[in-house]
């Protein structure tokens, strides 16, 4: 699993044993953005919501899973092409969701153009929608700020990249935390 450089490492820790205590419970630390992720506002703005207080249906809907393999940045233009609507959730392929570090990201074009196409919520398949080691961070900025949901370090969309799927990604309600893991899931569309 890809971890943020910087952020915390995982670490899982037997608690409770079945041979010393009748039951296993294991204690495991993690960063608020470990693995597949969802930003909250509050990651980023001040003002912003915490995790608890975003609405699941932000994460929950039709999605668009664009191809952007190849790129290193994404722009508005890879979004051409595909049939992506009012309220959908994008997701982006990269096929640079395995590197720590120069992975693709989107610039400012296409938060522009998520955010004039009302778009509900953004995923990637890397650590970030920013550019690494970029400190203003102003796609999170942008996005948050237009109260559009952010998916990081999504896994396996290469076999769905181009399609339109049905999408669930439950972030854990952590009170007053600016991001959580999340279980994200694809379903095809019945018709």
Known sequence: MQVYPGDPQPEFDPH???KDDKVNVTRFTLGSHTGTHVDAPWHFLQEG?????????????????????????ITAEEFSGYDIRSNDIVLIYTDTGDRRTNFAYLDISAAEWIVENGVKSVGIDTASVEKYGRKDAPVHKMLLASNIGIIENLANLEQFAGSRMFFV??????????????????????K
């Open 16 to 18: 409770a044993t079945i």
């Open 49 to 73: 919501n915490s995790i608890d207080m975003e609405p699941l249906d932000k994460f929950i809907g039709e999605t668009a899973i664009i191809d952007a393999s190849g790129k290193n940045i």
């Open 169 to 190: 990604c439950l972030p854990l309600p952590l009170k007053g935390i600016d991001g959580s893991p999340a279980r994200a899931v694809l379903f095809d569309i019945v």
